[in-house]
């Protein structure tokens, strides 16, 4: 089993930043991707960006040149680095853990608005 804790969502203005985290403890196998999905009201739940141990990272369109993810594998942590947020950009954000299983967290409300 794989624990996923999300933290840094909240509220923002447009054009504001900001930085979610996900801490993954428990079974963890060494060669795994990490990253990020969210799901707005209606909306079916979309790929936001994910990373994998070696490095090699995987954004939507939709946030490419606004978005930035990271990772410290030592700490089993990924980042992901929100800038210039949009309106559209609002939606509960969950990480995603894909070693030999896959473990959702339990999602972190980023509400852009004004």
């Known amino acids: 089993q794989v624990q996923l804790v999300e933290s840094g969502g909240g509220l923002v203005q447009p054009g504001g930043s900001l930085r979610l985290s996900c801490a993954a403890s428990?079974?963890?196998?060494?060669?795994?991707?990490m990253g990020w999905y969210r799901q707005a009201p209606g909306k079916e739940r979309e790929l936001v960006a994910l990373?994998?141990?070696?490095?090699?990272?995987n954004y939507a369109d939709s946030v490419k040149g606004r978005f930035t993810i990271s990772r410290d594998n030592a700490k089993n942590t990924v980042y992901l680095q929100m800038t210039s947020l949009k309106p559209e950009d609002t939606a509960v954000y969950y990480c995603?853990?894909?070693?030999?299983?896959?473990?959702w967290g339990q999602g972190t409300q980023v509400t852009v608005s004004s």
């Open positions: 995603k853990f894909q070693g030999w299983n896959e473990y």
């Open positions: 428990g079974s963890i196998f060494s060669i795994n991707t």
């Open positions: 990373m994998s141990t070696g490095g090699s990272r």
